[in-house]
């Protein structure tokens, strides 16, 4: 894995060299194309900081990412910072994901929920259109813990689902049970499975296990595509573990979806989804006439400054650089982990990921509402989580720790 760092000054002149080839709404003004500068009156031009700063720049620039720029024909007015997206892409595909280069293709997407969809849609079309499957002959299977975009999609894309039940210790999947819930799925004439692999739930940061999940659907020479959800952990288990399953090395992985509006810290709006070259057309949409190469994502219109915020960062910190941070922050839930054991303290915790997911019997309420932990159900809460970010320092945890320390005094 590697790409390099840039400085900020070289940062900052890519992104003013893209924003420079992109249509200048001011010096021409196209009067087909119904995209402009935005308005003047609020977002004007020439607000003093803008020079240093290129993000606001592109988003002051306005420029349309509409349709998907790996492939094809693109809108020319924005190739500039079309080419910043397409390096981005290339870049988490082969340097994170370990893909070829140019094996794959992807977009920036509103977020991990229309990542995920996109690669169901792309993969639900395959099996109809080029196996002739019918809706009720394709099933898609997650785990108990996958995020609720798996039913979302599910019941979009008018689909069966499988949800296969985790062992509540380890929350693995139980395959023996799995195994059950697939006969009957296949007895009842289901021949087509989208498998949603989580690389890293959001709840517990659980890593779903590839290998018993492979084994299993070969055993039973099932028709399967794995679709990984890197939206939690895209940004994070690439740089803590070296697992050649969770990657394009890997020839049942299909496609990939990530969040750089998680980990990354970039702003809302920055989901991504990656899918192997050759299939992405299953999404086309025919009548996309008006869009120049047509249109084969589902979002539509979507900001070009996305894409330059996710660049920006990557580059910021260089490959090098971010499998550092990830490795402090590791460091730091290993702390974390120590304290709570100390104290007695039940909890989950993927060894290569910055989740702690406590067992609430030792949390006090108000404790737990102080610092912001979030439950699995607002209801009736049976874990509570921590997730070890940029701002939850020691300093911080240590406070957490303290108030943990009073509560149980005073219970
Ligand atoms: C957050 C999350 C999503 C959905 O992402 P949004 O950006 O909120 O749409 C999907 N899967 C996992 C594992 C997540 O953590």
Redesign the pocket.
């Known amino acids: 894995m590697y790409w390099k760092k840039y400085s900020r000054q070289k940062i900052r002149d890519v992104v003013f060299e893209a924003i420079g080839k992109n249509l200048n709404y001011r010096d021409s003004p196209p009067i087909g194309l119904p995209a402009s500068y935005l308005d003047p009156k609020v977002f004007y031009s020439d607000a003093p900081f803008l020079s240093e700063a290129p993000f606001m720049s592109t988003m002051v620039a306005n420029p349309n990412h509409i349709g998907c720029h790996t492939m094809g024909d693109s809108e020319p007015v924005f190739s500039g910072t079309q080419a910043i997206e397409r390096e981005l892409i290339e870049i988490c595909a082969t340097q994170i994901f370990g893909a070829e280069s140019d094996a794959v293709d992807g977009y920036v997407a509103s977020?991990?929920?229309?990542a995920?969809i996109q690669a169901f849609w792309v993969l639900r079309n395959y099996f109809i259109q080029e196996l002739g499957a019918a809706h009720d002959e394709i099933a898609m299977v997650y785990s108990s813990d996958a995020?609720y975009?798996m039913p979302k999609g599910v019941n979009l894309l008018n689909i069966k689902s499988i949800v296969a039940q985790v062992d509540e210790e380890t929350r693995l999947i139980d395959l023996i049970k799995l195994k059950e819930s697939l006969t009957q799925a296949k007895a009842s004439g289901v021949k087509y499975f989208i498998v949603v692999m989580?690389m890293?739930?959001?709840m517990f940061g659980s890593v779903d296990d590839m290998e018993g999940a492979i084994d299993l659907f070969h055993s039973m020479s099932l028709n399967f595509k794995i679709h990984v959800?890197g939206?939690?952990g895209g940004f994070i288990y690439p740089f803590s573990a070296k697992d050649v399953l969770y990657s394009f090395q890997n020839e049942h992985v299909f496609s990939f979806s990530l969040?750089a509006?998680?980990m990354l810290l970039s702003p809302y709006g920055t989901?991504i989804v990656l899918i192997r070259k050759g299939y992405i057309d299953y999404a086309m949409t025919q009548e996309a006439n008006y869009v120049k190469g047509k249109d084969y994502t589902l979002i539509g219109s979507r900001s070009g400054a996305n894409a330059v915020a996710i660049w920006m960062i990557l580059r910021a910190y260089g490959s090098e650089g971010w499998t550092a941070k990830i490795a402090e922050l590791l460091d730091r839930t290993d702390w974390l982990c120590e304290q709570l054991s100390k104290r007695g303290i039940v909890y989950f915790r993927h060894p290569k990921m910055n989740i702690v997911t406590m067992k609430p019997d030792m949390i006090d309420k108000a404790l737990a509402e102080k610092y912001f932990l979030v439950p699995d159900d607002h209801d009736s809460p049976a874990w509570w989580k921590i997730v070890v970010m940029d701002h939850v320092t020691e300093g911080v945890l240590d406070h957490f720790l303290l108030d943990l320390d009073k509560s149980i005094t005073n219970a």
């Open positions: 977020g991990g929920t229309e995920n995020h975009s989580n890293s739930t959001t959800d939206a939690y969040d509006h998680k989901g």
